[in-house]
């Protein structure tokens, strides 16, 4: 059964930092690109970051470039996305999202709030 799992996700003051983790199973993880997503309320799913299968290139949304790190960690199945410098308008649902070939998986999504 395939299953990704979002975790880490709250509530955070503007400035502040959150690491995502996205834990996956039941298929091989080191074949698939990953992905995060994220929406907001009213709007549509944005593309925030890329990682190869390897983990040796990423790709980041002009909106989150600098401030956002995504990796992996192909020993564990897991995938992160460290974000610092948070903004109000980084408040979305972050979904992790995994690519091969023709196969697609997306994850259940963690909530992040940028509030103060």
């Known amino acids: 059964q395939v299953q990704l799992v979002e975790s880490g996700g709250g509530m955070v003051q503007p400035g502040g930092s959150l690491r995502l983790s996205c834990a996956a199973s039941?298929?091989?993880?080191?074949?698939?690109?990953l992905r995060w997503y994220r929406q907001a309320p009213g709007k549509e799913r944005e593309l925030v970051a890329t990682?190869?299968?390897?983990?040796?290139?990423?790709i980041y949304s002009d909106s989150v470039k600098g401030r956002f790190t995504i990796s992996r960690d192909n020993a564990k199945n897991t995938v992160y996305l460290q974000m610092n410098s948070l903004k109000p308008e980084d408040t979305a649902v972050y979904y992790c999202?995994?690519?091969?070939?023709?196969?697609?998986?997306w994850g259940q999504g963690t909530q992040v709030t940028v509030s103060s």
């Open positions: 039941g298929f091989t993880f080191s074949n698939y690109a």
């Open positions: 990682i190869t299968s390897t983990g040796d290139n990423a």
């Open positions: 999202h995994a690519w091969y070939l023709a196969y697609r998986y």
